[in-house]
């Protein structure tokens, strides 16, 4: 039934379909008072009915060309798209490496772990990453920082903020000395102003900020990257109905993707982890379970290797399965100290 | 099927008089219309003043009925149609085409389900490399993960050399690239408005040439259905089972080979199953199981369902090696077996 597409709620559609519309050609032609008499609601409810009608029967007619969909992008032109979006470093050299580069944009990357292994200290890492100038091969952008747990601390963010800049100045100094001019007038103070963070305590309030986001972002368009951490503390627990975790979780997974690929920006999810039995051996998983796991684009778990820290790429389209060390110190996520510099191939 | 009322415009001879005739019978749309006892209405018409009207409007609405289905086929012409325009798109993969006989059957809907990490995207931009580069036509590919990946696909196509070194490669690459065309959506509603627009332009567009779509990849279809399925209304359900015929449809009128990925979910006792619940099961023709071993890149395809082999002995493995940059490669022997008169072929690796 044609009317069964069009994005109206159950019961006006039931009463559609029971006073004889099933096709958008039925309607098409009457008035709204029309068709308010005919399935007695209201005239503004069967004004907006038809619009959404007229909406999709507009959208059937329109030309294509060779019968592709509108608004499709061939692969040629993606892949050129592709490489005018510079990467988001992680200031950890071995980590970029299997990144590829680094964060990418227009991707949805969840990154889990066990408590302590450094998931905070990534997401603030990277939230300042972004905001390194073009010139010094950064997006330039600004961040948006959710924080579901109450683990984002301003010191540290001001601590590695100062690290970053430190950092910067040496490589501008050692690259580009004519460029002394302009040196960055990037200030500590600058790069926190630059970070918009919000806190949210509940799963309800969390679902209505990615909601609002939408509208976020169009008003600051500089945004280009968006961190959540950690976003599954507000559904692990007391949640009585799992059907309906499962839909607002699969829900919530869409609206981000949709946020990522409409604003070309990075969506960084920060995960938990939880046991699961496979195949006769407990093993970590990240939580949220098997229909959670297909909700992001890439997936990289970290993990302690002996005294180690190390980041292995568990889920990608176009990145090999490796894994690299990476170590936190007081300026932030850095490469690890050890001698063995190689990176593990899996 | 609309209210009579609203047919007057294209067919007058549905006037007025012939609407207050059939309200008195207490027949206000088609669907009354084909409830009602049809000898009887003629009856009563016979008695009305203008019974040739009437009883010429009676044969209008019927025609009209008529025109709504499918035209009958018999055995011989659905052989003939199979023969020539359902053929098999090979997947780029030499082991799931040997599970397959042949690769991806044009006019079957082929899902493609398991765990998270197991193959499932990687197998589809194969397909969609292969289908680009070796057959004349095009792929529609709808993404609803951005997780289409153009350097993976151009690793595909260009296995034996770098990509862009050579002129006439580079020109080649940007061709097939072309033949594919990726769009994002993000839920349901969106995935119907693309689906009508592809089948009105395929309707209206000539047949033949390069522009002809040969395979549509949707990518995955659980993750626009899991937020609407469920609660408290059937509607999420409704739209789902559409969703699966429009796909069929799609396949079936427009000879195109449909893939689509699905995901799993815990079952009984521990035992994951495909998501989607029971009324999905049956919509697919052919359905595969795909997994890997935790942190190896060697995965396995098994037939779940199939409408032409037993799947009883089809725990038929088959192994391929995903690894950047190569293509993927399998290794195999085939021993043929005969238990009960029904031959059919053991693969296993050496």
């Known amino acids: ?346 | 099927m609309a209210p009579l009322k609203s047919l007057e415009q294209d067919y007058p001879i549905l006037d007025s008089n012939f609407q207050s005739f059939c309200a008195s019978h207490d027949i206000f749309s088609v669907e009354d219309l084909l409830l009602h006892d049809l000898y009887v209405l003629a009856a009563f018409a016979e008695q009305e003043s203008s019974s040739e009207r009437l009883k010429r409007g009676i044969t209008q609405v019927l025609s009209i009925i008529d025109g709504q289905h499918q035209p009958w086929l018999n055995g011989m012409e659905l052989l003939e149609d199979v023969q020539r325009n359902k053929h098999v798109l090979s997947t780029g993969c030499d082991g799931i085409d040997l599970l397959l006989h042949g690769g991806l059957r044009v006019g079957q809907l082929t899902e493609l389900v398991g765990p998270s990490s197991s193959g499932k995207t990687q197998v589809c931009l194969l397909a969609a490399s292969n289908v680009a580069k070796k057959h004349i036509g095009s792929v529609v590919y709808l993404d609803t993960g951005n997780s289409f990946s153009p350097q993976r696909v151009t690793h595909f196509i260009c296995q034996h050399s770098d990509p862009a070194i050579d002129q006439a490669e580079h020109r080649t690459l940007q061709k097939v690239m072309n033949n594919i065309s990726c769009k994002s959506v993000f839920d349901i509603f969106t995935m119907f408005d693309v689906l009508h627009q592809l089948e009105f332009n395929l309707r209206s567009q000539m047949q033949g040439g390069d522009c002809k779509v040969q395979l549509l990849i949707v990518d995955s279809v659980s993750s626009m259905v899991t937020p609407i399925l469920g609660g408290s209304g059937s509607q999420g359900h409704a739209l789902m089972i559409s969703a699966g015929y429009l796909l069929k449809k799609l396949a079936h009128e427009h000879n195109i080979a449909v893939l689509v990925t699905n995901h799993t979910v815990g079952g009984d006792g521990g035992i994951s199953k495909p998501a989607l619940g029971e009324s999905w099961k049956s919509i697919p023709h052919v359905r595969l199981l795909l997994s890997r071993d935790h942190g190896g890149s060697i995965c396995n395809v098994s037939i779940l369902k199939h409408p032409s082999m037993v799947e009883s002995f089809a725990s038929l493995f088959t192994m391929c090696a995903i690894d950047l940059p190569l293509s993927l490669s399998l290794g195999f022997s085939i021993t043929p077996f005969t238990p009960y008169g029904i031959s059919f072929f053991f693969i296993h690796p050496f």
């Open chain 1, 1 to 346: 039934m044609e009317v069964g597409r069009l994005p109206i709620s159950a019961s006006q559609r039931g009463k559609l379909i029971a006073a004889g519309y099933t096709t958008l050609s039925s309607f098409s032609s009457l008035s709204p008072s029309h068709l308010a008499r005919d399935l007695k609601i209201s005239d503004n409810e069967a004004a907006e009915i038809m619009r959404v009608a007229s909406h999709s029967r507009r959208l059937d007619g329109s030309a294509g060309g060779c019968g592709t969909v509108n608004g499709a992008q061939t692969a040629w032109d993606m892949l050129h798209e592709e490489e005018m979006f510079p990467r988001i470093t992680t200031s950890c050299v071995d980590l970029d490496n299997i990144l590829g580069g680094g964060i990418n944009c227009k991707e949805v990357t969840e990154i889990g772990g066990v408590p302590g292994i450094g998931k905070t200290q990534l997401g603030i890492q990277l939230a300042i990453n972004v905001q390194i100038p073009v010139d010094y091969g950064g997006l330039g952008g600004k961040a948006i920082y959710i924080d579901t747990e109450g683990s984002f601390m301003v010191e540290r963010a001001l601590q590695i903020a100062e690290a970053c800049i430190e950092d910067m100045s040496e490589c501008g100094g050692l690259l580009r000395k004519d460029f002394q001019a302009c040196q960055l007038k990037m200030h500590p103070n600058n790069i926190l102003e630059n970070i918009f963070y919000f806190r949210v305590c509940s799963y309800t309030e969390q679902i209505a900020l990615i909601n609002y986001l939408d509208k976020f972002i169009s008003e600051h368009k500089d945004v280009k990257i968006v961190i959540v951490d950690s976003v599954t503390f507000h559904f692990r627990q007391d949640f009585d109905d799992m059907a309906l975790r499962t839909r607002l979780l699969s829900g919530m997974a869409l609206k981000l993707m949709k946020l990522a690929k409409d604003f070309s920006l990075a969506v960084v999810l920060l995960n938990q982890v939880t046991t699961k039995y496979i195949d006769g051996s407990f093993q970590l998983t990240l939580a949220l379970g098997d229909s959670w796991s297909h909700s992001c684009t890439n997936r990289v778990i970290l993990y302690w290797n002996g005294n180690e820290r190390y980041a292995y790429i568990d889920k990608s389209p176009s990145l090999r399965s490796a894994s690299a060390p990476y170590s936190v110190t007081s300026k932030g996520i850095r490469n690890s100290a050890s001698n063995c510099k190689r990176i593990k191939m899996m």
